[in-house]
């Protein structure tokens, strides 16, 4: 069965994707004056002073490369291609951001002497079909994924076996505080998939899933649930490989091998009613595509960033009101200014009117627009931390 | 309590940790003819190209930087500094090691206009504290590392309490095929420490020390055991500071803080027969300073590349004889060449003599030579699958 993909659909995906590469609309001319209280970011590798975050979202940057041309810093304001760093006496080049930046998290790399090269300050984390640079403004709400002296669930690797595509399969595990201590407890699971050009890393590393869970749960916000991350990318690895989007590899990869592997390793609930499929971006089409085909499997979906769910949806698919039992749908909130979320050249596609109409209709749709950010990890961060506690309530 | 380190140890481990950095003795003058069979390296981000490596053992890099005025690379042969490319009329820096490469993993990293960076085209790994790109030269016994059809281990990020240090800190635990299923087991358990510069992440990323795990299980070589892996960097994080060593913050985060919590959150078992601990370089250091203190806790000991055991060790420590079951020491066999495993400009030291000794002396020592190998990771791969069998066995 190959699944059909409306160009309204795809252009909306893609029209996100391309948005992840851009950065958010010009600034204003006039920038605030900028307070020297800059800080390494917390991204940084082991004793690395640079790249540095201040306290209004500016972002610093140092590299070591006397004998460059030049070297410019992917990272920057409104489309004005980056932060071009400037050669001081000592053979070192520095430079700032024009303006702050969204808070959160955002990917990057360097330009030096034409080549593209990362950070070597920064950790990396895998975006854009690559290990890219990353660095962290300090958010206002950055507690809900702090590392805190809470109880810990474990992210674990499995590799299982995938006949579909002969290979053994990599995935990480997300279990809540206490599943290694009660051996009877059994939970429900959510599989929570990364976006286009990321992998199964991304949650964990990028989103702090595990942290958002064990703070979520520390509070007693949310039950605990099992959260399994895979590779969403089965289709070639190349750009614009979206355009001929197929969803059956992966899908016969999630249903046929992925879950029985998890619920027979695991100590799941493997009814409907306790599983969930989310997912950012390409992650949110993917898991509308799998979740509407498999309404048996599923009981809750989630799309952040990555799609919306209309009336027309839920009723041109027999059962999907009777057994889906939430519709969650995450923005950030620079997506959805001036029409963006719409696909390019299309017709307009507002999410949020979506949402509300399948919410009139007496449907369970959540809507949740993130505050001040793009197709970006703080969006999705926040975007998990309200979904978290909506799911395996019925 | 402050250990006291001996001079010859500590000068034996920075011997170990310098030539780490530094390639194995010049090759021949006279280099075989490059075949030109290259493929690319296995360690290679998805999709990319280049490094490439041959069955010789010869790598070739490809470094675009159309405007850079030198482009070198860390790897090469015998103290002349690398491999210099040359750049091409596509503007295009390639070039290929002057001879054959080791066997299995190499760290490395490029010099562009006097800049340090890494290859965009490989992943990165963690050592010499920070990400470095990472090549694997195909070695004749990969076939023990290798991902392969089998029943396979988990491989878990655990967040443990360190009141002693006032942080939670992060180790991986593997957990043999059948832990999840068969909830009555409980299992032995190796700690298994990196060398300096590394962390938690090398065993199982540069290591694989899950896949050797697995592939020996499969084949019945071993019995299932646990390992845990921390990081054991708990001095400051700077260059020499191995010369101030004091093992006792590492020692305290181990055993009061680790172990209590692996004995609470696993199903292991506890008590000293079915304990053990080994490590490589900088670890071994921390092995053999850890299990001699607490011989009630330990009963096998593996360094690897890190230090020696000696009859005089053993005697003057009281109940060694008794309580501990095994001792095996390993090396690469270009660590052993010319006395490079003794300290420099200090009296020579011999851990093959030391571990014959001590077997003659009556104790289960066990050394163990890695052909054609220096101070790498693929000396420490086929330590661990030479170590694992003999451990828990009595």
Known sequence: MKYAITAALAALL????????TPPPAAPAAQPAVIEDFKPSSLNQPGQEYPQVNSQGYARFRITAPDAKAVKVSLGLGGRGGTTLTQGADGVWTGTTEGPMDEGFHYYHLTVDGGIFNDPGAKNFYGSIRWESGIEIPAH?????????VPHGNVQQIMFPSPSTNTQRRAFVYTPPGYHKDSATRYPVLYLQHGWGEDETAWSNQGHANLIMDNLIAEGKT??????????????VKMGGLRNFDIKPFQTVMIDELIPYVDSHFRTLSDQPNRAMAGLSMGGFETKLITFANLDKFAYIGLLSGGTISVEDAD???GFRDKIKLAFVGFGSRELEGGRAGPPGGPPVDPRANAEALKASGFNSVFYVSPNTAHEFQSWRRSLREMAPLLFQN
Request: glycine share 6%; aromatic share 12%; hydrophobic share 40%.
């Open 14 to 21: 893609l029209a996100g994707s391309v948005s992840a590469q």
């Open 316 to 318: 041109k698919t027999p």
């Open 223 to 236: 039950k605990p649930f099992i959260i399994v991350m895979t590779y969403g990318m089965t289709n070639e």
């Open 141 to 149: 709400d950055a507690d809900f994924y702090a590392l805190k002296d």
